[in-house]
């Protein structure tokens, strides 16, 4: 079974701090994506990567980056995390079928 | 501006009815997903369909892709409360890696 972890399931921090959030995946694929989710509005995508050291911004990069070392870790970073950034966010993977293998997510609240 | 579009948003109905859940778009998607996600887990993948018309059953579950590769359907016959949950449409254009999210429906079967 193809398994997508999350170095946290809730976190919370104080404005203006560094956040960083972990995604590792066991099944080798080279296209791993950052959403967050919010209700009402699905999944929006922030940041995903085809390949080491490879990035493509998605719908709403603004305030985030991330990082991809090595082919099994994706990092999301909020370099100055703020409230509006408080949400569910969700990693995931991708086969070479296009199905996306989602970890269980982080609660991250700004305060 | 969503490009899928979800309707209803959300649903509650008895163990043993019927329902029909859409995803709407004026985009034309080269294949179009169906996720389920349940309470503080990830979304996981139901079917994927790629070719106009078609229609694949899961059980109780059956899911269509419009003619035009513009809209799909989930209907469930005799839901059962084990059917609760965020239901999410997910569609990806040409070769695109990404895919663009609907809103979500949250399903919620009473016993």
């Known amino acids: 079974d193809v398994k997508v972890t999350q170095s946290s399931r809730y976190l919370v921090k104080r404005t203006g701090e560094k956040v960083f959030l972990e995604c590792v995946q066991d099944?080798?694929?080279?296209?791993m994506f950052w959403y967050r989710q919010d209700p009402g509005l699905g999944l929006r995508l922030i940041y995903f990567?085809?390949?080491?050291?490879?990035?493509e911004k998605g719908d709403i990069p603004e305030g985030y980056s991330v990082s991809r070392e090595k082919k099994e870790r994706f990092s999301l970073i909020l370099e100055s995390a703020s409230t509006n950034q408080t949400s569910m966010y969700l990693c995931?993977?991708?086969?070479?079928?296009?199905?996306?293998?989602f970890g269980p997510g982080t609660r991250l609240t700004v305060l | 501006t969503q490009l899928l579009e979800q309707s209803p948003q959300f649903l509650s109905i008895q163990e043993g009815e019927n329902l029909t859940v859409y995803c709407n778009s004026s985009s034309v998607f080269s294949s179009l997903q169906w996720y389920r996600q349940e309470p503080g887990e990830g979304p996981v993948l139901l079917v994927t369909v790629v070719t106009g018309g078609e229609v694949k059953k899961l059980k109780r579950l059956t899911f269509q892709f419009g003619d035009a590769r513009k809209d799909s359907s989930l209907h469930i016959t005799a839901a059962q409360p084990g059917d609760t949950g965020l239901y999410l449409c997910?569609?990806?254009?040409?070769?695109?890696?990404?895919?663009?999210f609907g809103s979500g429906t949250q399903l919620t079967v009473l016993p």
């Open positions: 990567s085809y390949d080491v050291k490879m990035k």
């Open positions: 997910a569609g990806a254009r040409g070769s695109a890696r990404q895919l663009t």
């Open positions: 099944m080798d694929h080279e296209n």
């Open positions: 995931a993977s991708r086969d070479p079928y296009n199905e996306q293998f």
